[in-house]
């Protein structure tokens, strides 16, 4: 980690351009961290925050058009980051300060020990994320990320990575796609969960991120009739907490 919260259980790492924060603070009066969702047994992805002209604005125009806002309460000092409600207890965050000023440069207090701003591994950055959906919901979800926040499907032939089902929206900015999977037709579960199921990290270099990974600890899938490290992507294993990623060849744009 880079950073500890001033005043919570809260951790935020940081390599290149991305952020992530693991909490593992329960406040039961408050609802978790500024309205986050209560802990779990297992880790989850518990919010996601998507970068914005005007915070302030870009919350009260998604709420004028339908989507459930976040009370939050925050303690003395603290930042308020709006919030809208997304799939399943996940949260969505605007956030308009990352420039010269971060939301971090507040709450969170530096590790002196370490490297502020590390260099990223292998040219890793954001992607994309893939989401969990129930049966016949797919044009619901395709309709909640077009118009609160302009996300346009791709073509069906346009696939990125080793794990091409579902569909694909791309951000307004073409830097953040968001794929959309439902279960299969034959799926034992009559009622899926639906929720944020892992990340995907852009690369420049596919196995060269896997080289670099693999030398940390980290397992990719490698199946003779299935999922294996190509060129275009790779799949992580799930750790022992359940928790995996993925990787997608794509040159970072600023």
């Not at 390599?15 to 329960?26: D, L, P, R, S």
């Not at 896997?210 to 940390?216: G, M, N």
Request: with cysteine; glycine share 10%.
């Amino acid at each position: 980690p880079v950073a500890r919260h001033r005043s919570r259980e809260v951790l935020l790492y940081r390599q290149g351009g991305m952020n992530v924060i693991i909490n593992a603070h329960q406040d039961v009066a408050e609802g978790g961290l500024n309205g986050a969702p209560p802990l779990t047994e297992r880790p989850v992805i518990a919010a996601v925050a998507f970068r914005v002209r005007d915070a302030a604005a870009a919350w009260d125009k998604a709420c004028d058009l339908g989507a459930w806002p976040v009370p939050t309460q925050v303690a003395v000092m603290e930042l308020n980051i709006p919030a809208i409600h997304g799939v399943g207890g996940s949260r969505i965050y605007f956030v308009d300060r990352w420039r010269e000023f971060s939301i971090y440069d507040v709450d969170f207090v530096p590790i002196p020990t370490v490297q502020a701003q590390p260099p990223a591994l292998a040219g890793l950055h954001w992607f994309g994320v893939v989401q969990y959906i129930g049966f016949e919901r797919m044009a619901d979800w395709v309709a909640f990320y077009g118009e609160l926040f302009g996300f346009a499907e791709l073509p069906s032939s346009q696939t990125f990575g080793v794990m091409t089902q579902g569909r694909i929206l791309a951000s307004p900015c073409g830097t953040l796609y968001w794929q959309l999977i439902e279960p299969s037709p034959d799926a034992i579960d009559a009622d899926p969960q639906e929720l944020l199921n892992r990340v995907a990290f852009g690369t420049p270099d596919v196995r060269g991120a896997v080289t670099a990974l693999r030398e940390r600890g980290v397992e990719f899938v490698e199946s003779s009739v299935g999922v294996h490290t190509e060129d275009r992507g790779a799949l992580s294993c799930d750790d022992h907490l359940g928790v995996s990623f993925e990787l997608v060849r794509h040159e970072e744009r600023t």
